[in-house]
């Protein structure tokens, strides 16, 4: 939560009365700090934290001063039904004191165990007062349903608070309550509303009701709210826990009217920047565009950007009935050029934030190091001329050694890669001839010869089966009779 919003809600839980409490507020002047006894000054930092007492669901801000208060700790502060024990919701957070905060209130003291024990007799009494109470109702018929029972005024004075389709006589009721609890009573109707944000619930979304968690304002909705956001109008959709419709209803409705504003109205006859006519079909809100059914008889999407003004119904010659209608919704005419603004719009806003923010860290600078915006410009102007002129003198040197290079690498001659490829040829062919004689006389002087390849043993081998084939053959010829 912001500091803004912090600010807002605790002016407007001063100035605003709770609906659903209606006892006055008994305080000294210790405990509440008014106009008359402020000693704060505006924009100085107060430390506040948020309290919240059983039977409230909303919590409430109080300074906090130097005391450190943990999350859950119990204790004793001024309520809007006397002094009460409360548990401590929220972290502490600081914020500048403003007049419009005041009154503010201050936590009295750290609960001790006598004042939990207090605070649960007076948990029992308003059990008991509302069984009496509900017992007294069903006695005189009356059309009311007690919703929850409050002391004030540190236990003198009851508060019964109901709700009830129409206003009731409780005179009777009223009297026979007096006789049993021998208190102030007081009887007030509530709102069906006033009884959700009282008791606290969760809503359809999962989260906690807005008008007992965070809304001070509540209830000023009405269906035109949901027409204009073109939801269906399903009642048990749209309304909340309460019954009625929904408070979140009205959080997006400003937007939509802003949008509405940009697009045509739905059933009017219109004509486009591209000279189509025809009526308007339907209407996307969140996303600008409209469906234009032509009097051509085909539905053709559109960006808001498309239309150029509304005409009569003479003059948009829309046949009374289409043989056929077809539909070319798939595409949308001027999505890119929309995109495109958008991406420019962008574009736009990012170049005003970097120039504020050159502005600002213009002003630091100058009110850390003390120098003017014009001596400072001038030093920058300076260096930026001192660092060009070297990048230059550098980008020259770089230059001339790369042509150096160039030309001392065209002036070299080129190899004679064929003359290389035949030296190599010739030398592993005397090698090879000088291997074969290095064999034959190992083989005459009796010594091992090396080990070939398995490749050349088996050549060798396969030319010593054939020599001697060749020469029995020769053999068996000679023997032969003539």
């Known amino acids: 939560m912001s500091q803004d919003n912090q600010v807002e809600e605790i002016e407007s839980e001063n100035k605003n009365k709770d609906k659903n409490r209606g006892a006055h507020v008994v305080s000294s002047g210790k405990d509440e700090i008014n106009e008359s006894n402020c000693k ?7 430390k506040f934290v948020r309290v919240r007492f059983p039977g409230h669901a909303k919590s409430y801000p109080f300074l906090v001063g130097n005391r450190k208060l943990k999350y859950g700790q119990k204790v004793v502060a001024m309520s809007d039904r006397g002094m009460a024990v409360g548990y401590v919701n929220s972290f502490s957070y600081d914020l500048p004191f403003d007049k ?55 236990g003198k004075k ?30 007030r109707q509530i709102s ?5 944000a009282s008791q606290g619930a969760l809503g359809p979304c999962g989260r906690e009701l807005c ?24 009642y048990s959709k749209l309304n909340g826990v309460c019954g009625q419709l929904k408070c979140c209803l009205q959080y997006e409705d400003e937007v939509y009217d802003e949008k509405r504003k940009r697009l045509p109205r ?37 960006t808001n950007k498309f239309f150029d003004r509304e005409i009569d119904e003479e003059k948009a ?31 736009e806003s990012l170049r005003e934030i970097k120039a504020k923010t050159l502005i600002d860290t213009q002003d630091i600078f100058q009110d850390l190091m003390g120098v003017e915006k014009s001596e400072q410009k001038t030093t920058s102007l300076a260096k930026e001329v001192e660092n060009l002129s070297q990048n230059k003198v550098e980008i020259n040197t770089d230059l001339n050694t790369k042509e150096e290079e160039k030309f001392d690498s065209d002036s ?54 054939n020599r001697n084939n060749n020469n029995r053959n020769n053999n068996n010829k000679s023997k032969k009779p003539e």
Do not use: W
């Not at 005189?140 to 919703?147: E, G, I, R, S, V």
């Not at 069906?192 to 959700?196: E, I, L, P, S």
């Not at 005419?333 to 603004?341: F, V």
């Not at 190599?424 to 005397?430: A, P, Q, T, V």
């Open 412 to 465: 070299s001659p080129k190899p004679n890669y064929k003359a290389k490829t035949r030296e190599r040829n010739e030398e592993s062919k005397d090698s090879g001839h000088t291997e074969k004689s290095a064999d034959a006389n190992n083989n005459k002087s009796g010594n091992r010869p090396q080990r070939k390849n398995k490749h050349q043993r088996f050549k060798n081998k396969n030319r010593n089966k």
């Open 266 to 302: 739905e059933g009017k006859f219109i004509q486009t920047t591209d000279r189509e006519r025809g009526k308007v079909f339907r209407l996307h809100i969140l996303s600008e565009q409209f469906d234009l059914l032509t009097n051509n008889g085909k539905i053709k999407r559109y």
């Open 211 to 234: 008008c007992s968690s965070f809304l001070s304002r509540y209830g000023n909705v009405n269906i035109k709210m949901a027409k204009n956001q073109n939801l269906t109008l399903n």
């Open 100 to 154: 419009s905060m005041l009154p503010l209130k201050s936590i009295n003291k750290i609960a001790s165990e006598e004042d939990i024990e207090k605070e649960k007799e007076t948990y029992k009494k308003q059990k008991d007062t509302e069984t009496i109470c509900q017992d007294l109702i069903e006695k005189h018929n009356l059309d009311m349903n007690l919703t929850h029972v409050e002391f004030t005024q540190f």
């Open 192 to 196: 069906v509303r006033d009884r959700a």
């Open 158 to 187: 009851v508060v019964f608070y109901f709700v009830a389709p129409a206003r009731v006589d409780f005179r009777g009721l009223v009297k026979d309550l007096v006789s049993e609890l021998r208190l102030r009573i007081e009887l």
């Open 40 to 46: 704060f000054n505006v924009g100085e930092p107060l």
């Open 317 to 347: 010659r829309m046949p009374g009935r289409f043989d056929h209608i077809s539909d070319e919704t798939a595409t949308v005419i001027g999505l890119n050029e929309a995109e495109a603004q958008r991406v420019r719009d962008f574009e």
